[in-house]
């Protein structure tokens, strides 16, 4: 039977038939495809022995590896991102940030400290709408979370060789790589996966035609006998049997893209689970929607109390992220990030550029700091609107396109210490919670965006940016001149004095996107994931950090998909699991 798609490009539809790239991969509604079942169906005599909810940056590497072994059935609430031109490429980047529309790929949220921040809604999560940059986690890291050194250095080797790639370093890239150095982020490490402090150029999962290779195609890895893939299917809320002493996890009922509801049911086969891998935002939010968390605020939405605790929704975090505009005389070629500056002061220096300079971009965007993805970024956090996108976007059009010639410095806090929480507003799973990270809570945080600003002023006076730093008078005057309308960061004129730097890191704080929290070990799962007080039922993804991994998460939340999958494998099958 012939399958088409429907996705949208800057709002146009399109169809195209080359969604399905797996053949077990379908969309929801081919569940129960009975017309005449009821509205709540289930497939008769069928079960899984895992239910994957979520098919992102951990999900679909957990599901291609237990599928080796068992029946695995994972559910995704977007569509692929195979057919999809906003995913697929790099100069496009920007565009599938500021897609609004319902079937995008980013699903945009603004926290209640009044940042735009996206979460990803398709097969293949985060990988399909980030930056791409791939570095793993350090050591030291590894050893606090507990992990197995062994297994995690089979892990990591097992999605490099399938999806990431060396990136073709473009000038601009090698300048931020050599000032790096000349102001002592040293030594150099080369090209190198591994974080070590120093300067290093990282792995991409761009290739050298810019084109990406997402969590997705991981899934070319898995058993296709025994991996059943379900797009547009939105979870929810997980079912559970709880006549027993302790709540167990037996199967999700889940919506299609018609919004019929369904359920899949969890084998009663020994060791069968349910595994959350929706997110740092995704996986409370689903706990809380069915009935875990902490019981005054379930009842307050007239959720069934399944399992108390206080601490589901509690703990999150986001990495402040601030950038300096470095408008150059001539075109410097799209990058996004390549090269990193590995600080002891607590913040990781990186880069982007070539983004906004041809006058078909997007309302002339630019960049990693742009209106267009909600990011006005010389416009306080509260001060941003949707009147003040629309506004800034219209006053843009009176700028000369030269004055966006260039790219960002990017400075990124560490290990924020100002914390935050998700709370629900109500039971809709389409709609965000509420969602709130207090950036720059903690004094320290702020005192380390201070330090890195000043990182970044002195990189800008090394000689390796005199090709770009020593910029036509005329386009910076117009920037200083229409810094309202141009909205974007230049170094600051007085960054010796520390109050006014630590204002500007407040008003020019945007993110990028490496949230983590609400599920903490410990404290809502166990430290090898399963949900405390209830049986049959993991958290694996991003909410269970309390510390994002490396520079960048992406590759260790990769890499926590297949350990995991390995792991559970080995518990249920022993050593000699063939994996």
Same mark, same amino acid.
Request: glycine residues 8%; positive net charge.
């Given at each position: 039977?012939?399958?088409?798609?429907?996705?949208?490009?800057?709002?146009?539809?399109?169809?195209?038939?080359?969604?399905?790239?797996?053949?077990?991969?379908?969309?929801?509604?081919?569940?129960?495809?009975?017309?005449?079942?009821?509205?709540?169906?289930?497939?008769?005599?069928?079960?899984?022995?895992?239910?994957?909810?979520?098919?992102?940056?951990?999900?679909?590497?957990?599901?291609?590896?237990?599928?080796?072994?068992?029946?695995?059935?994972?559910?995704?609430?977007?569509?692929?991102?195979?057919?999809?031109?906003?995913?697929?490429?790099?100069?496009?980047?920007?565009?599938?940030?500021?897609?609004?529309?319902?079937?995008?790929?980013?699903?945009?949220?603004?926290?209640?400290?009044?940042?735009?921040?996206?979460?990803? #809604?398709?097969?293949?999560?985060?990988?399909?709408?980030?930056?791409?940059?791939?570095?793993?986690?350090?050591?030291?890291?590894?050893?606090?979370?507990?992990?197995?050194?062994?297994?995690?250095?089979?892990?990591?080797?097992?999605?490099?060789?399938?999806?990431?790639?060396?990136?073709?370093?473009?000038?601009?890239?090698?300048?931020?790589?050599?000032?790096?150095?000349?102001?002592?982020?040293?030594?150099?490490?080369?090209?190198?996966?591994?974080?070590?402090?120093?300067?290093?150029?990282?792995?991409?999962?761009?290739?050298?035609?810019?084109?990406?290779?997402?969590?997705?195609?991981?899934?070319?890895?898995?058993?296709?006998?025994?991996?059943?893939?379900?797009?547009?299917?939105?979870?929810?809320?997980?079912?559970?049997?709880?006549?027993?002493?302790?709540?167990?996890?037996?199967?999700?009922?889940?919506?299609?893209?018609?919004?019929?509801?369904?359920?899949?049911?969890?084998?009663?086969?020994?060791?069968?689970?349910?595994?959350?891998?929706?997110?740092?935002?995704?996986?409370?939010?689903?706990?809380?929607?069915?009935?875990?968390?902490?019981?005054?605020?379930?009842?307050?939405?007239?959720?069934?109390?399944?399992?108390?605790?206080?601490?589901?929704?509690?703990?999150?975090?986001?990495?402040?992220?601030?950038?300096?505009?470095?408008?150059?005389?001539?075109?410097?070629?799209?990058?996004?990030?390549?090269?990193?500056?590995?600080?002891?002061?607590?913040?990781?220096?990186?880069?982007?550029?070539?983004?906004?300079?041809?006058?078909?971009?997007?309302?002339?965007?630019?960049?990693?700091?742009?209106?267009?993805?909600?990011?006005?970024?010389?416009?306080?956090?509260?001060?941003?609107?949707?009147?003040?996108?629309?506004?800034?976007?219209?006053?843009?059009?009176?700028?000369?396109?030269?004055?966006?010639?260039?790219?960002?410095?990017?400075?990124?806090?560490?290990?924020?210490?100002?914390?935050?929480?998700?709370?629900?507003?109500?039971?809709?799973?389409?709609?965000?919670?509420?969602?709130?990270?207090?950036?720059?809570?903690?004094?320290?945080?702020?005192?380390?965006?201070?330090?890195?600003?000043?990182?970044?002023?002195?990189?800008?006076?090394?000689?390796?940016?005199?090709?770009?730093?020593?910029?036509?008078?005329? /386009?910076?005057?117009?920037?200083?001149?229409?810094?309202?309308?141009?909205?974007?960061?230049?170094?600051?004129?007085?960054?010796?004095?520390?109050?006014?730097?630590?204002?500007?890191?407040?008003?020019?704080?945007?993110?990028?996107?490496?949230?983590?929290?609400?599920?903490?070990?410990?404290?809502?799962?166990?430290?090898?994931?399963?949900?405390?007080?209830?049986?049959?039922? #993991? /958290?694996?993804?991003?909410?269970?950090?309390?510390?994002?991994?490396?520079?960048?998460?992406?590759?260790?939340?990769?890499?926590?998909?297949?350990?995991?999958?390995?792991?559970?494998?080995?518990?249920?099958?022993?050593?000699?699991?063939?994996?």
């Amino acid at each position: 039977m012939h399958s088409c798609v429907f996705f949208f490009i800057q709002g146009v539809q399109y169809d195209h038939p080359a969604q399905y790239r797996y053949p077990f991969i379908k969309p929801a509604s081919s569940f129960s495809p009975d017309p005449s079942s009821p509205a709540l169906t289930r497939r008769p005599a069928s079960s899984y022995d895992y239910i994957i909810v979520g098919g992102g940056t951990a999900g679909c590497p957990l599901a291609a590896t237990l599928s080796r072994n068992y029946t695995v059935l994972l559910l995704e609430r977007g569509g692929t991102p195979f057919a999809n031109p906003n995913v697929s490429l790099m100069q496009n980047f920007h565009i599938a940030l500021a897609d609004i529309s319902p079937t995008s790929a980013s699903q945009m949220f603004i926290s209640t400290d009044g940042v735009f921040n996206s979460r990803a #809604r398709v097969l293949g999560g985060g990988t399909c709408i980030n930056a791409g940059f791939y570095t793993r986690a350090s050591t030291s890291y590894i050893k606090s979370v507990g992990w197995d050194d062994k297994l995690v250095n089979e892990s990591y080797p097992w999605i490099e060789k399938q999806i990431v790639h060396r990136p073709d370093l473009i000038p601009w890239q090698r300048a931020v790589r050599d000032s790096l150095l000349e102001v002592g982020i040293s030594p150099f490490n080369g090209f190198t996966y591994d974080h070590i402090y120093g300067t290093k150029v990282g792995g991409t999962i761009f290739d050298r035609f810019g084109r990406r290779h997402t969590a997705a195609e991981l899934l070319a890895s898995a058993n296709p006998e025994n991996l059943h893939v379900l797009v547009h299917a939105s979870v929810l809320k997980i079912e559970f049997d709880t006549t027993g002493k302790h709540p167990r996890a037996v199967g999700v009922i889940f919506k299609d893209e018609n919004g019929k509801k369904h359920k899949a049911i969890l084998s009663k086969r020994s060791g069968s689970e349910i595994i959350v891998s929706s997110g740092a935002i995704g996986s409370p939010h689903l706990l809380l929607l069915s009935g875990i968390g902490p019981k005054a605020e379930l009842k307050k939405f007239n959720i069934p109390v399944v399992l108390d605790n206080k601490f589901v929704g509690k703990g999150m975090s986001d990495n402040p992220l601030n950038t300096i505009f470095v408008p150059s005389k001539t075109p410097v070629k799209q990058s996004l990030i390549q090269t990193v500056g590995i600080t002891k002061l607590g913040v990781y220096i990186e880069a982007s550029s070539g983004f906004g300079q041809s006058k078909d971009s997007i309302h002339w965007d630019h960049g990693i700091a742009s209106a267009e993805i909600g990011q006005l970024s010389t416009i306080p956090p509260k001060q941003r609107t949707h009147e003040a996108i629309h506004d800034y976007r219209r006053r843009k059009r009176n700028l000369p396109h030269e004055a966006f010639k260039g790219g960002f410095i990017l400075e990124k806090i560490a290990r924020p210490l100002s914390t935050g929480q998700i709370s629900l507003i109500n039971k809709n799973i389409d709609d965000n919670p509420s969602i709130t990270f207090n950036y720059f809570s903690h004094p320290a945080d702020l005192a380390r965006c201070v330090d890195g600003i000043r990182v970044v002023e002195k990189m800008l006076k090394s000689k390796h940016f005199a090709p770009y730093a020593q910029y036509d008078k005329d /386009v910076v005057e117009k920037l200083l001149n229409l810094s309202v309308e141009a909205n974007v960061n230049l170094i600051p004129k007085h960054t010796n004095d520390t109050k006014s730097l630590e204002q500007f890191c407040k008003d020019t704080l945007i993110t990028i996107w490496h949230y983590h929290g609400g599920c903490h070990v410990g404290k809502v799962v166990s430290s090898d994931y399963k949900v405390l007080g209830v049986k049959g039922l #993991r /958290v694996i993804d991003g909410s269970t950090f309390t510390e994002s991994p490396g520079t960048n998460p992406q590759a260790t939340v990769m890499m926590m998909g297949r350990y995991m999958g390995v792991k559970i494998l080995r518990e249920r099958l022993g050593k000699a699991a063939g994996v």
